[in-house]
């Protein structure tokens, strides 16, 4: 009647596609108006070339108990503890790698990719689904059944535009570790405790709840019809996407208000 299952997954991904710039810039100073030089001036903009240097893994947990129909009832349940990093935002996507920097004395190029190593975008430590249906006693066929699943939510940067440290034209450090909130004249702002580094903030979580009630009509001829009433999010939990965009000119006295 029950069939209890685990496995663990292992996944690795070397070799990946990354977008590397053959002419990087280098800004006179690190404020963020200064002037950004490129390395052959003849090209005003980034050249852009495909590289193998991104690489990414993946490791989980899953279980799950699955109860057959029996004595009018059935369920699922699975769960999924996992853990996804590299320095790509996900396996199969293409990054562009914002960490190149130049030293201002040599002028030696490097592409701090030990900078970008960091939980993937698409990390979700806990995943749970349960489901199930229970066949209402003496109602000779109404059926209940239901389907709930939760999901962590995914890393996110919030970085400061303020000043260019590596005076590198692009904005990609990360604040400090901290908590920061949204300006509290956005009703829709949040607060994250902030970890440093790549992706060191979590969006909100994902929970949706689904249920049905079906009844179903005999007829003559081994036949049936079945009417039923679908009830979506029955919780009403709304659930966002990540924040899309973080406030400029960040400082340490203002720095609550990066979110």
Known sequence: DIAATADYIHSEYRDLYMREDLNPGLRDSTSRTATLRRIDPRFTAAVLKLSNHGYANYNALQASINKRFRNRYQYRLSYTLSKADG?????????TINTIAIDPTSRAVSLNLDDLFALSDQDRPHNLSLSGAVEVPKTKGLVVSGAWQYQSGTPFTLTDSSTDPNRNGIFEEPLPAGSYSGPATNPDSI?????????????????????????????????????????????NHPNFNNPTATTGGVTSSDRRDAA
């Open 87 to 95: 320095i790509v935002g996900a396996a199969g996507a293409t990054d």
């Open 191 to 235: 607060t994250v405790d902030y970890k440093g580094g790549f992706n060191g903030a979590r969006g909100p979580s994902f929970s949706l709840m689904n249920m049905r009630a079906a009844y179903r009509f005999r007829l003559p001829g081994n036949r049936s019809l079945q009417a039923h009433v679908d009830v979506f999010n029955v919780t």
